[in-house]
């Protein structure tokens, strides 16, 4: 059985079956992790600069892949998990910076679950010389004076903003409305212009985090 086979049903145990059957594919989830990443060099290859270049300024596996991912996602199209990717590789480049900063003799922390991306973190890395200002989207000009905003006037900026949306599931700013709210909807496409604009962002995070962490001897792990 494959999934061409399977007639329509309610059942999940009944997919599940026929993705254990997959062929000729089955071999993908038999790889170990060097024949994994190889073979996505050679399935992205069309990209590769652009994957290369977050592979390259950050070689930090702890969060480089969230990068690499979200760019393969977008190039396949595959918007939602490309945001939430390139969010989530902001969010981990920052703690995990600014974890290593604190703890500079320790091989690796764990991190606190409480301090997640939000103004506060940002202006935290800031403070520690971290070049957030690379974090501000296409022209957000009042970006650091959104750092500056307190409870419970919090103004937050806009990689803070969509954050707080996608990855807990708020896709309402990105509702067509065109044809009238009675036929409003949603679709993946939706939010490429989000993806694009992030992606810019991310590019020019990873130059400046990336110099950052070289000057100041961050280490990193294997690929």
Known sequence: MNFNQIPRTDKWAEVWNAFLTIQPQKEIFEQNP???IASHFELNGDWSPMRNFFFERFSAAEFHWFFVQGVDCMFNEFYVPAVSSLLNGIEASLRITISQIQNPRSEFVELTP??????????DARGFGVPVEALAFPNETDFLEKLQTQKPNIVPVEVVRHRNNICHGNILDFINTDLGREN???TPV???????????????WAEKLGAF????KLSNYDL
């Open 213 to 216: 962490r070289r000057a100041n």
């Open 34 to 36: 060097s024949e994994h």
């Open 114 to 123: 409480y301090k997640v991306l939000s103004n506060n973190l940002i202006a």
């Open 184 to 186: 409003s909807f949603f």
């Open 190 to 204: 939706s939010l490429r212009l989000l993806c694009f604009d992030l992606l810019t962002v991310c590019g020019l």
